[in-house]
């Protein structure tokens, strides 16, 4: 249920970015305008996550993981129906939509670290991994196609979330005691938590994951067709081999954390995405860039899962749902940085020195992971 549940509510975006378009003509919207559909999902995600994540602790995954798959398809439900008729109140619904989502994606992986421990666990977070990325590819085609029947058949099919909310509210069972603090108390949980070393380093390495991957969705096709003269179909070729060479890199995660510690392969994860980075910035043969992109990709794949199984099993299970909250909204702020940092680089230095500074900052930060040593034992063997 928690697969079926995360890939029911990424069509929150992926899904019906095809249709967006009619909307816009629909309602004769410019793009920013537009953009607000995005925006107002993203807003409450993000800053309802931790709360949420408290929730999860406190009174169970159950009751938090199944009403967020509910909201989410309710709001899925009645989206078509005032798509036609009312912009303001499809923003109002799909702001409403982003609190269904803010519970419902990470407790993906804290049920998963309720479930499995060691390597067991990698390799479920693994195959989590690979099906979001197939859905991340996937549902654009999807909504693309619907969209050629009914500019409206995308919006509907984010109502699936819905019967799998219901299922679970009426079949799930939490495998781990309830927290005794909720609300503030949780609050000062975390922050206690975080000045451990390794809390530290995990929030830092995932914040630096998604800052480096959204500076590379931002600009590398800029890079790549005004600095270096290619296409832009050569650069979504390159984007792309990156983003499926990922569900190679966590599909094999699980055999690696047999293989060595995983702190290891996180470490090692960083400097190879730093190294990627340089020569993405200064070579301009392809076969060169869809060689490092296959490498940067598999890299990615690897740290990315090896970074949720550190979230799911570095803490009690009283607290896990809210540690990978609080590590989700920090991977949340990441995204909304890259894209400025980067844009502020380029107005005093060619893009090609923007992104070697991140892959600078790639390679330095490598020993920070080091604190993750001490969870080692729990994700290896």
């Not at 549940?5 to 920013?32: H, N």
Request: charged share 10%; with cysteine.
């Amino acid at each position: 249920m928690a697969h079926l549940g995360g890939m029911a509510v990424i069509t929150g975006v992926q899904l019906i970015s095809p249709a967006l378009p009619a909307l816009a003509e629909r309602f004769a919207l410019s793009e920013s305008e537009v953009s607000l559909v995005i925006s107002v999902y993203l807003i409450p995600a993000a800053l309802a996550s931790v709360p949420a994540g408290f929730l999860a602790d406190r009174f169970g995954r159950r009751w938090v993981f199944g009403a967020g798959l509910c909201l989410f398809g309710l709001a899925g439900v009645f989206l078509p129906l005032v798509a036609q008729e009312s912009f303001g109140a499809l923003l109002v619904i799909r702001f409403m939509q982003g609190l269904g989502f803010a519970p419902a994606f990470p407790l993906t992986i804290t049920i998963l670290g309720d479930l499995y421990k060691g390597p067991k666990l990698v390799g479920a977070l693994g195959r989590r991994s690979v099906l979001m990325s197939v859905a991340d590819g996937g549902y654009p085609i999807l909504g693309g196609i619907l969209v050629g029947l009914s500019w409206l058949a995308p919006w509907y099919l984010q109502a699936l979330a819905l019967p799998i909310g219901l299922v679970v509210l009426v079949t799930f069972r939490d495998w781990v005691p309830l927290g005794k603090h909720g609300g503030l108390g949780g609050m000062r949980w975390l922050w206690r938590s975080a000045r451990s070393p390794g809390i530290l380093a995990l929030h830092y390495v995932g914040f630096l994951r998604f800052f480096v991957k959204f500076a590379l969705l931002s600009y590398l096709p800029l890079l790549l067709v005004i600095s270096r003269g290619m296409t832009a179909a050569q650069a979504g070729l390159i984007l792309g081999t990156a983003a499926l060479c990922g569900t190679f890199g966590a599909a094999i995660s699980g055999t690696l954390a047999r293989l060595g510690p995983a702190s290891r392969w996180v470490i090692a994860g960083l400097v190879v995405q730093g190294l990627g980075l340089v020569v993405m910035a200064f070579v301009a043969q392809i076969w060169i860039l869809m060689t490092v992109a296959v490498v940067y990709g598999l890299a990615d794949g690897v740290l990315g899962t090896f970074v949720n199984a550190y979230l799911a099993s570095a803490t009690d299970p009283e607290h896990r749902a809210s540690l990978v909250a609080a590590n989700g909204a920090i991977k949340n702020f990441g995204k909304l940085l890259a894209p400025i940092l980067l844009g502020m680089t380029v107005l005093v230095a060619p893009l090609s020195v923007g992104f070697t500074a991140v892959a600078a900052v790639l390679i330095v930060s490598a020993p920070t992971a080091g604190p993750l040593r001490a969870y080692d034992s729990r994700i290896s063997k």
